[in-house]
């Protein structure tokens, strides 16, 4: 790879999100393989700093969600001359208007495009021949404890019933039409009308603040938000199954993990999905007996990831 480190551009943890989880556990595998890297996080760097950062590394990974951050960090890369992979963190067909024009711009300019579902692939190859289909699953190096506030919480609400439903949301969002991205609400009424328990990992708070707001207090009986910083794989050790009820996604992590865990995993047929998942078009669909788990394979990401690095450092060299 020569002497220049790797540059990832994205943020880490907090906020606790996909993208942020994925790089966080990025920055600690290169680690541990010892592999020369740099983080630059364009938000609390700025624009200047991250300028700086692209124009001085050979070698640019980008992990950002906004098309025109995307665009902007790999066309300054472009221009001066440096290599950028761009891992997109969602389904292109997500974007609309003017962020698809970015979002499909940033994916030409990229030296090497990820995509994280053949959907996406499918389109990225033909606006570059370089496209690669690749997840964002790394697993979590160390399973940490619950924080023991949210352990007893949890531990409590699972002694009230049999079947223990996990979902998650980073945040509480809704897309252009003003539909519930996460769609938790539609799943707490679900498991209401089942006499399910549900356990919602929503570290921004935000579900449980509308929850409470929205929702009287017999219809989120059966809810337990765990709000705050955590980790979602020890709360999916606890769990009957993993529920991903989202109207879009990329290559959820949270479905690999639960499936890396043996989890049953149910999830929207919104886009293709791993091998053991099992999809649904409507809440009803599910079958909680159902578990499609032996049939998952876990992806070496990072193994790949390194092999790209040092095939883009051989060939600058």
Not at 97 to 116: E, H, I
Not at 185 to 213: K, M, T
Request: charged share 20%.
């Amino acid at each position: 790879m020569g002497a220049e480190a790797v540059l990832l551009v994205g943020r880490r943890p907090p906020p606790i999100g996909g993208v942020t989880i994925h790089v966080d556990r990025l920055c600690q595998s290169l680690q541990r393989l010892q592999v020369d890297h740099r983080t630059v996080d364009p938000r609390r760097d700025g624009l200047l700093r991250t300028a700086a950062a692209l124009s001085r590394h050979g070698i640019s990974h980008v992990h950002l969600s906004h098309p025109a951050a995307m665009f902007a960090c790999v066309g300054w890369a472009r221009l001066c001359g440096r290599v950028s992979v761009l891992t997109v963190h969602g389904d292109l067909g997500r974007f609309s208007g003017w962020r698809r024009a970015l979002a499909l711009a940033a994916v030409r300019l990229a030296s090497v495009p990820l995509l994280l579902n053949d959907l996406s692939w499918q389109v990225a190859r033909r606006l570059n021949p370089c496209a690669r289909r690749l997840s964002a699953f790394i697993p979590e190096i160390d399973t940490p404890q619950l924080p023991d506030a949210l352990a007893a919480a949890l531990l409590a609400h699972t002694q009230r019933g049999a079947t223990l439903v996990a979902s998650n949301a980073f945040n509480l969002a809704y897309d252009g039409h003003g539909r519930e991205i996460y769609g938790i609400f539609e799943l707490i009424d679900w498991c209401r009308a089942r006499a399910y328990l549900l356990v919602v990992s929503d570290p921004s708070g935000n579900y449980h603040r509308a929850a409470q707001a929205q929702l009287p207090a017999g219809q989120r009986a059966h809810v337990l938000f765990l709000c705050g910083p955590h980790s979602f794989g020890a709360v999916l050790a606890r769990c009957t199954l993993f529920v991903r009820h989202t109207l879009t996604d990329g290559d959820s992590l949270s479905i690999h993990e639960a499936l890396s865990m043996g989890k049953p995993v149910w999830a929207t047929s919104v886009v293709p999905r791993p091998a053991g998942t099992l999809t649904y078009a409507a809440l009803d669909e599910i079958d909680i007996d159902r578990n499609g788990a032996a049939d998952y394979r876990a992806p070496e990401v990072v193994a790949e990831l390194v092999r790209l690095y040092r095939t883009l450092g051989a060939d600058q060299a």
